[in-house]
């Protein structure tokens, strides 16, 4: 009777999981329909440009449109691609962006998995997602997106580490690895935000995150005019939207893991609000982190390679390291 209940309880914990997965997808994707059009309408905004205003009231179904003429576009696969790697590259690319998610916690109890390596998971797994891209563009049999791919994993691993190195200092502050318990660290105002204290470790951080999103300025990988559209040059499609989407899916992960790093999570940024529910201060610092990435895509031109691995190496890294130095100082002075 009780192996019973065990299975029983078993099978009643995967349906709840499951559920939840299914919501946070559907959450996920409806995120991203609308981050398109958002970001589509800012950037309009800003260049004195009308943006989508015609698919639906205020333009709001012609993401949804886009959407649906991928799904139904022919979907080609070249004759002397390597077809099963070309095949699996967009989901190597897209899975791990969307399940990193799990460990971003929205409030002290909406979060999917409260894991005391969150740090050290979304960091592993949001590096899988440089092999999807390097396959992509190997398995295409096309110069121009293996060229792309090959510098797109440049960029990301060589931001990947000032990017991991900047978080050190939170780590060392709090005590600990697991996000919820880094977001409780931050409570009572703004003054105990971790970006005050860890000032250059969230500007490295931040810097880094752009690159790892491969967005304005640092959008290389996507370098139209000097790689013919790069790495999934030659796919079409719901495999090319795979490659869109994962890129999406990184910008509500980031933003997340920004927002519980270093800007307190739930926490209101005064505690005679603390009467406002957790998860409207976590949207509105998550929506002011997706509006500042779009901000830049309006405003900043793309630099050459040369800059941008020089700013990786040169300068992020030097300052992640003087973060760990600095806060290992203050941490010993304070105690």
């Known amino acids: 009777m009780p192996e019973l209940l065990q299975q029983q309880l078993t099978w009643v914990n995967f349906a709840i999981f499951f559920a939840w997965g299914v919501v946070l997808l559907l959450v996920v994707l409806g995120f991203v329909t609308y981050a398109i059009y958002f970001e589509r309408k800012v950037i309009g905004w800003m260049q004195m440009r009308i943006g989508p205003n015609r698919v ?94 090959m510098r797109s994993a440049a960029q990301m691993i060589s931001y990947e580490i000032p990017l991991v190195i900047s978080v050190v200092g939170t780590v060392m502050m709090t005590g600990s690895m697991n996000l919820r318990t880094i977001a409780d660290f931050q409570a009572g105002g703004f003054w105990h935000w971790n970006f005050l204290p860890q000032i250059i470790g969230f500007c490295v951080f931040v810097i880094a995150a752009v690159s790892e999103l491969n967005r304005t300025p640092f959008d290389l990988p996507e370098a139209e005019s000097e790689l013919v559209a790069g790495y999934h040059v030659e796919y079409s499609g719901f495999r090319f939207a795979f490659f869109m989407l994962a890129e999406y899916v990184y910008v509500f992960a980031i933003a997340g893991l920004t927002t519980t790093l270093f800007l307190g999570g739930w926490h209101a940024p005064f505690p005679f609000l603390d009467f406002i529910p957790g998860i409207i201060w976590f949207l509105l610092k998550f929506s002011s982190i997706v509006f500042f990435l779009f901000w830049l895509r309006a405003t900043l031109p793309r630099v050459r390679v040369d800059q941008l691995m020089g700013l990786g190496w040169k300068v992020l890294l030097p300052l992640s390291l003087v973060n760990i130095f600095v806060t290992a100082i203050y941490m010993a002075i304070a105690m």
Not at 86 to 101: C, G, H, R, S, Y
């Open 56 to 149: 639906g009231p205020l333009g709001l179904l012609q993401s949804v449109a886009d959407v649906f003429k991928l799904l139904i576009k022919e979907d080609t696969i070249p004759r002397k691609a390597e077809r099963e790697l070309f095949i699996l590259a967009p989901v190597i690319t897209f899975i791990p962006a969307f399940t990193v998610i799990a460990a971003i916690p929205f409030t002290d109890r909406l979060i999917s998995s409260d894991l005391n390596i969150g740090v050290l998971f979304y960091v592993a797994l949001s590096g899988i997602s440089t092999i999807g891209i390097v396959l992509g563009g190997w398995a295409s049999n096309n110069k121009y997106a293996l060229l792309g791919g």
